[in-house]
T-cell receptor
Framework: EAGVTQFPSHSVIEKGQTVTLRCDPI?????LYWYRRVMGKEIKFLLH????????ESGMPNNRFLAERTGGTYSTLKVQPAELEDSGVYFC????????????FGPGTRLTVL | GIQVEQSPPDLILQEGANSTLRCNFS?????LQWFHQNPWGQLINLFY?????KQNGRLSATTVATERYSLLYISSSQTTDSGVYFC??????????WGLGTSLGVNP
């Protein structure tokens, strides 16, 4: 069974540009999460999809961030326009519904905004 | 809100040594997970352990939910155990709240 995959693994862009990150969850997982780790700080929750619906987007930092999960499969996270403080590692995780919400993580996308 | 504190922040071991990592959390637990972030950045699930004790090879974990802490034991450490160990937990809303991690280095 394939794990959570993320693309790209690294992205270097200039301030003001747009970047789109992609996450493919484990097949059959209805829950999809985005998290971010800014250097030196803890990993922070961004948002949670259940299938194609946004269940919780309380962690999204501002309206420059747009997440979608059309069709309830893969998800994209777009940052437009990117700012310096958006640099960090963006993790995606997925889980099944059930009493044990074990979240499985992808390898992350390292975003650097210059 | 929920807070997660991990200790120690950094730890250096000689290969073969044992260690205990601690995670304190400030709220009731519905989901407590331990992760290992390897040197390549990958977050590897170690345990889902909202309560009780589990063991997997040289690793074991214990969560005492009533006292709001969890412990991760690493026995007979190996160089491949190096990396950052995170604990994270969630309430009813499923979003994981993370500690800052324990950075572990195991020397040969």
């Amino acid at each position: 069974e394939a794990g959570v995959t993320q693309f790209p693994s690294h992205s270097v862009i200039e301030k003001g540009q747009t970047v789109t990150l992609r996450c493919d969850p484990i097949s059959g997982h209805d829950n999809l999460y985005w998290y971010r780790r800014v250097m030196g700080k803890e990993i922070k929750f961004l948002l949670h999809f259940v299938k194609e619906s946004k269940q919780d987007e309380s962690g999204m930092p501002n309206n420059r961030f747009l997440a979608e999960r059309t069709g309830g499969t893969y998800s994209t996270l777009k940052v437009q326009p990117a700012e310096l403080e958006d640099s960090g590692v963006y993790f995606c995780a997925s889980s099944q519904w059930g009493p044990t919400d074990t979240q499985y993580f992808g390898p992350g996308t390292r975003l650097t905004v210059l | 809100g929920i807070q997660v504190e991990q200790s120690p922040p950094d730890l250096i071991l000689q290969e073969g040594a044992n260690s205990t990592l601690r995670c304190n959390f400030s709220d009731s637990v519905n989901n407590l997970q331990w992760f290992h972030q390897n040197p390549w950045g990958q977050l590897i699930n170690l345990f889902y352990i909202p309560s009780g004790t589990k063991q997997n090879g040289r690793l074991s974990a214990t969560t005492v939910a009533t006292e709001r802490y969890s412990l991760l034991y690493i026995s007979s450490s190996q160089t491949t155990d190096s990396g950052v160990y995170f604990c994270a937990h969630a309430g009813n809303n499923r979003k994981l709240i993370w500690g800052l991690g324990t950075s572990l280095g195991v020397n040969p």
